[in-house]
């Protein structure tokens, strides 16, 4: 995932961090956080900051770049998916009768 949206055009080109690229990325995020369910997972994105540490960037380190966007995009994104996964177990309030 690093290299698909850093590791190609990193200073090469300016067009290469195009929307799809984030959305699939964001949908990604959200998927994930909806298979396991789980509230730890919404620090999986800091796991891939450190996983990333010898990606080297144009002028910037991989890592920080992934490190700095983990808290304002990539883990709050895990947190949606988690969120809803766990907003549709839930019971309904109302009583079936029965």
């Not at 298979?35 to 997972?41: D, G, K, N, Y």
């Not at 947190?79 to 996964?85: D, H, M, N, P, S």
């Amino acid at each position: 995932m690093s290299y698909l949206v850093w590791g190609p055009w990193d200073g090469v080109d300016g067009q290469a961090h195009a929307w799809w690229v984030f959305a699939a990325l964001a949908l990604f995020h959200v998927a994930v956080g909806a298979a396991i369910s789980r509230w730890w997972a919404v620090g999986l994105p800091l796991a891939w900051a450190l996983l990333s540490v010898g990606a080297e960037g144009y002028d910037t380190p991989v890592w920080i770049v992934i490190l700095f966007q983990a808290p304002l995009a990539w883990a709050p994104a895990v947190a949606i998916g988690v969120a809803a996964r766990k907003l549709g177990r839930r019971p309904s309030p109302v009583p079936r009768a029965g």
